[in-house]
């Protein structure tokens, strides 16, 4: 089984990225993040296949968050955004990351959460405590103990996401 670490790195500048990448429906109802950098490795969340974590193999930096919409169970609750740092995260694993593959990372909770008022998604535990990072504009993620616990995304430029 592979044992991936989570690891805050240092600073980046949110303001030279924040026009150029953002989330986007598509038909099929898959959330797809545009970036200006490209990751080849997945990491499936929760053990499962619509939660997608995208890293740049090469040197383990997460890049972006994709979803499967479709047929999505959340709980619609009110969410609070919490305070974050703009931070690189780099993943650590005990195995080799291999262009074009992945792992399942189970540690993960597999619960979603919906705040339509605010147009923010939490994937995982949103009352969990640890370092808040925004890794890329619009995605923040809990980290404790080098473990995940939850992705928070804010679709505020998505239309057409009632559906939730």
């Known amino acids: 089984m592979n044992k991936i670490k989570f690891m805050i790195g240092d600073l980046y500048d949110r303001d030279s990225v924040k026009d150029r ?3 986007y429906l598509t038909e099929d109802r898959s ?3 545009q970036s200006t950098t490209n990751g080849d490795y997945s990491i499936l969340l ?3 296949w619509r939660f997608e974590l995208i890293v ?5 930096l997460c890049i972006k968050f994709q979803s499967f919409l479709d047929e999505l169970k959340v709980l619609h609750k009110p969410l609070v955004l919490p305070e974050s740092k703009a931070r690189r995260v780099f993943i650590k694993s005990g195995e080799m990351l291999f262009p074009g593959e992945g792992c399942h990372y189970h540690p993960f ?3 979603v ?3 339509e008022r605010k147009n923010i998604l939490c994937i995982g535990n949103p009352e969990s405590i640890g370092e ?7 995605i923040i993620m809990v980290v404790k103990s080098h473990q995940l616990h939850c992705l928070y995304l804010t679709l505020n430029n998505i239309s ?3 559906f939730l």
């Open 113 to 115: 959460y919906w705040d």
């Open 109 to 111: 909770s597999n619960k």
């Open 56 to 60: 740049d193999s090469s040197t383990g």
């Open 160 to 162: 057409g996401i009632d």
């Open 31 to 33: 959330l797809l993040y």
């Open 46 to 48: 929760g053990g499962n």
């Open 21 to 23: 990448n953002d989330f």
């Open 132 to 138: 808040v990072i925004e890794f890329a504009p619009h």
